[in-house]
């Protein structure tokens, strides 16, 4: 009762003064009210916490295809997520995903776009019962589980915390200049007129601003905006075997204002396109057990895939069937070895959300406030090669009870522990510049009686990745030989026996720091949400050993006419 | 997977500003189609030993617009263009091709088929590289399957009906696009929160809305017959919604949907505004009437509902393919020239039909998508079936097409409805069919008879592995009484049955006709389509109870309506 009572007036004394302009904040704020005071059902559970997350989203996205424009809409959406709990924070019916994986999600409906009061609380009404009732069942059935397993272990389901409160707003949307955009589009989609090895291609770009609100019944209330700019550069090529590859260069900005001039992504596309192309020819793929040097994009998802993916993600909900556990949800397997080495000694990572900047290049993994109200502070998560934190939401688990200020999802999924803005950072002496890193390279491959060594500049998307697998494979690999540097494309590969072992056996590292903005795929298989994440690290790592070979992807036949530009 | 193919479904059910034919050489979609497709034709035509013999583009250009509204704000604004692409290819012979139903084991006929966005911009180079990029990957996909089809043919038991894939068309030249109209959002924005307030001071409506959509399509078609082929319709639809549940956990709702081919057609807002708080009355006086028993006795099913028991239990069973389908229940396949229900009835399918009365017809269309023109299907005249609705797909003694192919974008097309038209000549005025209702009541020695007002569409099964029934959900219907109390609303009943059985039961019908339109949903995708019948009285019908999800209404009320929570 006293918890009640003390969470009522903390939400009554954190009403926004200023909530009287934003119908949807007061929407939210007062169906928030009548839902901790009065939802009751017979003589069940009340909730003993609330929380509401409306995101605004309005797209533009301008594609094009061979030089015309394929698409260009325009489309405005607002949702919001509801999350009610019963029982107590020490217990409630949350993380149980029962005998249905797929129904493991927060409440979600659809919202007015336009702001209405009537309309925006009304829909939240709806939402928040049929909440509640899926609620009751579920705390229910899994206090029923906790006896059928006899689970006496126990860390509490929602840990305490300060309830943050952040409002920002601006004065007006920077507008996209639809028209000049068109053309630029067309323009970079028309460059693959000269690159006939290219089956398919595509340009699109993706303006959404957004708005983000959030009320919980503890006091924490939140709205704030952030845009979402992308280019994403799409390309199928079929090499000569018939192989048929297709990958995706995206590129992600914090702000219109950001995105660089025409001619410099005009020279990216034309960089992708070169590469892309060169794979219509490559050299053959072989096994090749040597070292590895990871550069650019492949570098940065190196980390991602193997690292930041795998200190997200540490609480597991419970399942009837736990064995199937693994085919539903990403469970970030570098938490259980806390306090051990998971990196060389030479290597330190830390996480700042605040941060949106490195060297003038924005970040978009920075966030001022997570989706639970939690005010993240920096995060120290590797120190000298040990895994010193991993990332944190209010689920408590055995390691951590707190969370760090990590919890994040896009509507739709519940929020889990996630990344915001992430450093790597190498001793100096362990790094060095690119053309010593490839010397390195190529003389360890020699010590291993090796004629080449390799190295990949783009790694398939994590979403890509095989089911068991740790990395995704390459998409542009290069086969280095020792004898003269020469580097030629290597055909389809991909990684055979890639173990957390693999981060351990970084040897060096580029003396140049990249930043990588990027959207990690959320746990979920059934429902993935992508949320803005970056990545500042190394350009280049040299990895000691790993092991390549010929895929398992059947070729295609090539197609029976050409294609009709290049056939003129 | 299997089960979604075999239930048909239909979903509560135009032609405006088509421009005068202009000269097709200055259209570089259609011009870049034919390119292709004249391309492609030559060079595959024998490019392996299983001879292409036939293809045909079909390019769907779209342009939509919708709003909708709810508790007196925006909720939706959107617009958007679009083209996509359909390729069919035939790979073999007309008498056997890539496109034979598959028996046995192997039997799984999907309709799927793979479709691809096309650019909205008419740039020749892009346009013909898409078209290129489709066309290899449904020749290589009707190959392989082409295999599989000749294989499969071989190790299953001989067919019953062994008529050829493909019946051969004859080339067609048209030219006539629609053109979207003008929207005045403003006007509509401001209509539309207006109407959907109307709902706000009921606390017993958990979800309601208003929305009004305008879509454009304008068709490409040109085969290797040489058709080349332009047709465009509009649609226009304004409808709203309303929602409830009761204590017992049975949802209700109720849908109007006003159909039109241009803005100006559309009722006035005050006479939409008169039809929601009829609608309001009629949901509130439904929530509270007791949950329905299943019931056997007389049913007068009205006009517009008889016009979907018709396309439900009559129309998806004269659909030709249906008809030589080894997997089909096959109900009328052998009964040309005999009587399938009282000779005082006739129906018939008249895609080419613009109107029935002032009512525009979604179901109209000028050319199906195989290029056949629009023609009137007779299908029973005077009792006695006559015929079918055929595509090109032809059957036992019917080979032609009747212009009935369709399909939506990514399927293989197959025959469906367009307008489909019931007649009867043993007609009563709707009083007197009342009266008559009561007389049969009475002869039956029962309580009460049915009125069925509204249906929700409904679904019935052609599929031979499961018994041949209907079952149609009841929105709006009342029973009426044998000993004059008051008319009573029902809830939660469905009109179930088997299809000779049930026709056989029409006693006589009302003397007039309104048509129900709608989107009607089977294996070739969602067409739009109408239904015009009149009333029809039968002896006899029965009803079954509808599942509920059970769930319990709001705890609260809703926030509007809710003063404690002010």
Redesign the interface.
Known sequence: MKTVLLALAAFVCASPAFSAQDQVLKAMT??MR?TVT????DNLDKPYFASYYVVDSSETAIS?????????????TRHASAELRVGTPAFDNSWYAGRDMNSFEPGLT?L?????Y??V???L??LT?DV??KSLERYSQKKAYQKKKNITELYGDLSPVKPGTYFADRKAVPALDAAAWRERI?ALSAIF?KYPAI??SQVRLSYTPRVVRFVNSEGAAYRYWWDKVNLDVSVNVQDKTGLKLSDEKAMAWRSLAEVPPYETLAAEVETFAGQMSALAAPAEAEVYLGPVLFEDQAAAEFLNQLFVGNVSFARQPWAEQEEWMKYYINAGDLTKKLGMRVLPAFMDVSDDPARDSFNGTGLIGAYPIDNEGVIPAPLELVKNGKLVNFYMSRAPVKEFRTSNGHARGFAGEFPTPRPGSVFFSAQPEKRAPLDELKKKLLAVAADNGLDYAVIVRRLDAEQARKADALLAGPVLAYKVLVKDGSETVLGGSDWTGVTFRALRDIMLVSDKDQVYNYFQAGPFYFNRGFVPASIVAPAALLVQEMELKPTDAKP??Q???P???FAR | MKKLLAVILLVVPCLAGAQPAQPPQTDPLLEAMKAELGRSMETLRAAEASPLYYLGYEAYDKTSYSVSAQAGSLYNDDYRRSRLLDVDVRIGSPALDNTHEMKGREASNSKRQEAAALPVENDPAALRSELWNLTDKAYKAALDQYAKVKMNKSVTAEEEDKSDDFTPGAPHVFYEKAVFPDVNKEKFHAMARRLSEKFKPYDFIYDAAVRLSVDTVNRYIVNSEGSSIVTGNTYVRLMYSLYTRTPDGMDLSRVKIYDSDGLTDLPSETEIARDMDATIAQLKAQRVAAPEQPYSGPVLVESRAAGVFFHEILGHRLEGHRQKSEESGQTFAKKIGQPIMPEFLSVYDDPSQYRHGKQFLRGFYRYDDEGTPAQKAVLVENGVLKGFLMGRSPIKNFSASNGHGRRSEGRGAVARMGNLVAVSSKTLSPKDLRQRLLEEVKKAKKAYGLVVSDIAGGFTITDRYLPQSFSVNVTMGYKVYADGRPDEPVRGLNLIGTPLQTFSRILVTGDEAEAFNGTCGAESGWVPVSAVSPSLLFSEMETEKVQKSNAKPPVLKPPFTDKEGK
């Open positions: 007062d169906e009548r009065r939802l009751k059902m094009a295809v061979f030089g015309a424009l394929k698409e260009d809409s325009f489309n405005a659809a007015n776009e336009e702001d209405g009537d309309a609380r009304f829909s009404w709806s019962d509640y009732k067309k007129r089956q398919w295609d036949r197609p029976y006419l294609h009709p530009y």
